[in-house]
């Protein structure tokens, strides 16, 4: 092994040493010395002091030793005695220095050049230390340890040697020493246990900086590895070893390399900057990369192969020219907390990689992705930070089985945030996706994955899709957030066998796209504000949309193009720009139990679409219900068409479609061009029919069935339910078989009138007499709200209009309660109730007018009671100031009799709202740099306020019983507010409210609220009750008018709200002055005030 020549040697003498390295002041000036057991510690060989002993070992120093042609210029064997070899300098020989089974040796401040094998050769030996020694151009080792323990060798340098340091089958410590320049290594481990190597300089070497082999329990701590022209670190066969905190710097080859059949290595908190690889492992388990930092490599900062169990933690890769971290053919990886940025290629790329896991990982600025998993299995992505990374955030590429969940992904410049092609099996999951350069999530090849909760907010709507796949059949996508995209969703090109479920989409150009594809599950998602469509499906066959809601799209709710044997079924559309659902050249489709409402059309079908059927749908508020355009042989069965603008039916150039048992109530209920369809069953049907109702199948009668037309002038003479007269359409279309049922009346209470202290004269109006040929009215009234337990005599009314009855057994000075009451053969109708005060004595009257005064002296009380006191003491004839009853009924009777009251409604109480948002926000409010959440900004929450009070309380509690509750503009006392009861009834809206209604309707908009502004970055969550915006509690800032009973009105609907709604009410009690001029002369835009 030891091949280097004496020639050779003098030749790197002469290239490499300094002139003056072996001068006139190294002349020898002793012969080699050779002693063999503690007798030869003598004079004759070198030994200048001592005794041998621990405090005064033998000296051997000051010598110049040319041991050209010996075995060593210092031989020392088989001694337990103490010694130390002194400033010796040695050049020639075979050893510079030899120690063979010697104990307690030191040798230090010497120079030893130019030996053909080891400068330092120590063989069986223990406790020796070597020191502050230069050893260079050597032909083996410049020191080299066999069978040894106890080797101390520090401070040394070693230069131009094969191997700078070399210990076989020893126990040393290597520290402080300079090893550099060395043919070879600049330390090899050779079948070493329980080395330590700390604190060295070792570089340009060679080969590698330090090379261990099948060793045991090493320690590398804290060196400097650099220029060394192979690795910083080769491992091979070596086990328990720890590489800590060293620094690795333009090394040829790795930093650390580990070879094969390597266990239990940890390689942490070291620094690498310009190597080939940071780290590299082959053919290794249990190896631990941990808190490293590298930077610039050539090839992979971390570079894995064909291992198992290992862990990559917290490590920082910079700026490779290749992967930050890469592994191939791996089992059981941890890859978590690292760092890698700015890589050429990959932050992380993984292939054949099996049950491992990469989980928060920051992985920013890579050249293409953040993530790639190729030809792998049961691995989990999840947890990572990916930004700004070229091609993808997370790729899967013929990857199985895996997860890719919890990861936040932003700005990918060119490519998806994530990819998956040729991969089956996978759970995508919880992601969140923004702002990416092509789609959120794009598959490919990949059939059998599910993508589920992940949030995907591309930013683009004119550009990519949400989730787009192609060749991805049995996808299971489903509670997924997706806005801001061309498309949410985009699925095409035998991607069949798919569900879509659960999802919210929104804000993006068409909500779902489904092109040629058989056998789709569209349901419970929920598309909202997207600019075209909210689901288009085109070329497709075996398709069901299920209990969706769709809204707001700017097109269709829903289109079909060449879609059959397709199930639409249970959704809700509402407020879609075009239409709810059109289809166009397409067959076999089955339209049920729909909703859909506030649109152009309900039902659009056109271009050839037939042989469907349309049932149970609720069609209404639209400009128009059906809307066919050459279309034919369709059936419309059993929807209820109602209140829309236009007319419930258009047809255009269509034959063959049929109509019956169809609920038809708009301004105009068919408007037909060129048309002629069948408006009454196909056959007979056996139903049951109680008045209001047909129940099919039944057993009470049997017959052809038209529909029920809203304008239909006919009667039911037999009670069938069917009308005996035609309906007549044009002279081409007609329903012979009308249905012709009867519901409840309609009745109004109106205001009683000609009230004196025992009478009164109560008045209502029939609106609607349910289609009866009679109806029964009378009034109850009572004393209370809750005991309308008196009777007027009834009444038979045979058409609509109003009634009266009087009454004459009323107590003076007493409040009484009615409502009107009407009942025909279906049932019985109630009325709103009012009520009425009689007056004390005698009845309300009319004063007379004139004479003129000839001097009206007009002054201001100080206060109600001041007014109404000095009026009563005759001081003012006339105190013109609203008084509420319940202040009158405080008064004492000599006051009262003093007094004319007239009574008249002459005020009302409201509560105004301020509605005021940013106009880039439908819920924020941003005053001074700071910003707000406005709840009242929402229209549910506005509205449901309407429901959370008991107007009937208010009257009784703060009016003493002297006033009605008001839900409109109208008051009650207008004679016009009869004609807004329909509206109010509509609604819902009662004197008692409806509590629970309204907690339900503004936890449904806070909810919305919530997921529209997490999309924005803010918080708004709920916790023990209480909503909290940004953290700190939503408040509302409630101005309450103190000078009379709107305080306690005002004080009343703060605790409601508060104990209801869950936000907390800032009680803002002032007067008129500050009240007035804060509200109504201020700007709502400051937000000083919410109500």
Sequence with gaps: MRRATLFLVVILLCSILPLNAISAATEPNHGPIEIIGDTGFTPENGVVGGSGTPEDPYIIANWVINATGAWAGISIRNTRAHFIIRNVTIYGGTEGIWLENVSNAVIEASRIYSTEWDGVGISASSEVTVQNTIIQDIGGSGIHGWDSTGLILEHNEVTNTEKGITLERSKAVVRYNNLTSNRETGSTIWEADGVEIYNNTISSNGWVGIFLYHSINIVVENNTLSNNQGDGIFLESTNKTRILENMFSENQGAGVSIGGNLQNVIIGDNTFSSNRNGVTVDSSENISVTN???????????????SQEIIIRGNIVLNTNHTGIHLWNVTKVIIQNNTASGNKYEGIWAQYSYNSTISNNNLQNNEYSGVTLVDSENSVISGNFLKNNKYSGVSLESTNSSSVINNTILNITEGPGIYIWNSTGNIISNNYIQETGRHGIKLQYSPSNMITGNLVDHGDVSTAQGIDAHNSPYLQISENTITNANNGIYLFLNSHNSNITKNNIFNNGAGIVIEGLINITISENRISNNSRQGIVISNSNKIRLTNNFIERSGY?????????????????????????????????????????EETNAGVVFRYNTQDSLVENNFIANNEKGFWIWEANNNTFVNNTVIDNGWTGIFMYNSTGNVFYLNHFENHQNVVLENSIAQWYSPEPISYDYNGTDFIVPGSQFTNYVGNYWSDYMGKDTNGDGIGEEPYYIDPNNYDPYPISYMIKPVVLTDIAREITNTSAVFRGTLLDTGGSTSVEVWFEYGLSIDNLTQKTSHQVLLTEGPFEIGVFDLMPNTTYYFRAVARNEIGTAYGRILSFTTPLTGHYTILQKGPASDLIRITLADSEDDGIIKTAEGNLDIFLWSVSGNIIQSLSNETITNLKLVKTTSGYNDIEINSVHDDNSPYLVTVDNKTYFNPFAIREIRYALNFLLNRQYFVQEYLGGHGQPMFGGIRPSSGASIYFEPVYNALGLTPEGNQNKALIMIEEAMQKASQDLAVQEYTLEKINGTWYFEDEPVTIKGVIRIEDHRKEIGLYVADLIEKFWGFKVERLLWDRRKASSTVYAGDPKNFQWSM
């Excluded at 900062?301 to 064909?306: F, K, L, M, V």
């Design 556 to 596: 269709n709710g829903v289109e079909f193009y060449t879609v059959t044997n397709a199930t639409v079924i249970g959704n809700q559309f509402i407020y879609n720009n075009h239409g709810a659902f059109q289809a166009d050249n397409s067959r076999n489709l089955r339209i049920s139990d729909n909703q859909m």
């Design 292 to 306: 490293n930092r590298i930077e610039n490599s050539i090839y992979p900062g971390i570079e894995i192969h064909n």
